[in-house]
């Protein structure tokens, strides 16, 4: 139902960077299934950084389709008190 995009970002990325944005969002799974195949494995996981990433692809990809005002923003200090007070 409805139309879906899939974007892929690695971590560590690839050469020095911390991250790397193996594919921007597409709904063409040709390109999907060659660059997961690309993908290496090595080194850590700087998961903070992986996370910023991906989510500045999410807004931007965002505000470039007009789709920015659907994004609901959760505050994790707010949802860590639902938990834990």
Do not use: H, W
């Not at 409805?2 to 974007?7: D, L, T």
């Not at 195949?37 to 998961?47: D, E, L, N």
């Not at 990433?53 to 931007?60: C, D, H, Q």
Request: with cysteine; net charge negative.
């Amino acid at each position: 139902q409805g139309q879906s995009a899939i974007a892929v970002v690695t971590y560590p990325g690839q050469q020095n960077d911390v991250t790397s944005i193996v594919c921007k969002f597409t709904d063409n799974i040709d390109i999907l299934e060659s660059r997961i195949r690309s993908i290496k494995a090595s080194g850590g996981t700087p998961t903070g950084p992986a996370i910023e990433t991906s989510a500045m692809l999410i807004l931007n990809e965002a505000a470039e389709n007009g789709t920015f005002e659907q994004i609901e923003i959760i505050k994790p200090e707010e949802e860590i008190k639902k938990y834990y007070v």
